[in-house]
T-cell receptor, first 114, second 110 residues
Framework: KAGVTQTPRYLIKTRGQQVTLSCSPI?????VSWYQQTPGQGLQFLFE???????NKGNFPGRFSGRQFSNSRSEMNVSTLELGDSALYLC?????????????FGDGTRLSIL | QKEVEQNSGPLSVPEGAIASLNCTYS??????FFWYRQYSGKSPELIMF????GDKEDGRFTAQLNKASQYVSLLIRDSQPSDSATYLC??????????FGPGTRLSVLP
């Protein structure tokens, strides 16, 4: 069974640009969560989508947005990029129908802002 | 605000010893508890999860849960240098997002 696939693996952008990251969950998984990971802040929760609806949202500015498609694939968009947005962005999927289901992570997208 | 706390380490143990990693959480409604391992430059990898009070064993790993004390731990028996990584504790309440701790860095010395 294929794992969680994130594309692209690496991105370099400049301040003020916008970026879209993609995540394909494990087949059959309906929940997709996004996290930002930086050395100083650890894993910070961005948002979770379940059956195309945002179910939970973290404490990030509105520049960070996401969506989920009917096939459970998800995209995350960051507009007006800032230097502080440089981080590893991780996507994780789970079956989503119970709190007992674990999340499985993709390899991440490493975003660098120049 | 829901919090998950872990000792950041580094926790150093000699090869072959038992490594004990601890995690406390603030939300008494937490229902599920997960341990992830993250090697430097890699994404977190699920090790095991536990829902009920007591111990759960999987190979060299044992998770221990005490809901009354709001405490979950991970024991690694016969530690190997390849176990050197950061270990993340995560908790969840049904319908809410996973909450991760800051991680404990484990170093197993040959």
């Amino acid at each position: 069974k294929a794992g969680v696939t994130q594309t692209p693996r690496y991105l370099i952008k400049t301040r003020g640009q916008q970026v879209t990251l993609s995540c394909s969950p494990i087949s059959g998984h309906r929940s997709v969560s996004w996290y930002q990971q930086t050395p100083g802040q650890g894993l910070q929760f961005l948002f979770e989508y379940f059956s195309e609806t945002q179910r939970n949202k973290g404490n990030f500015p509105g520049r960070f947005s996401g969506r989920q498609f009917s096939n459970s694939r998800s995209e995350m968009n960051v507009s007006t990029l800032e230097l502080g947005d440089s981080a590893l962005y991780l996507c994780a999927s789970s079956l989503g129908d119970s709190s007992q289901q674990p999340q499985h992570f993709g390899d991440g997208t490493r975003l660098s802002i120049l | 605000q829901k919090e998950v706390e872990q000792n950041s380490g580094p926790l150093s143990v000699p090869e072959g010893a038992i490594a004990s990693l601890n995690c406390t959480y603030s939300d008494r409604g937490s229902q599920s508890f997960f341990w992830y391992r993250q090697y430097s430059g890699k994404s977190p990898e699920l090790i095991m999860f536990i829902y009920s009070n007591g111990d759960k064993e999987d190979g060299r790993f044992t998770a221990q849960l005490n809901k009354a004390s709001q405490y979950v731990s991970l024991l690694i028996r016969d530690s190997q240098p390849s176990d050197s990584a950061t270990y993340l504790c995560a908790v969840r309440v049904y319908g809410q997002n996973f909450v991760f701790g800051p991680g404990t860095r484990l170093s197993v010395l040959p």
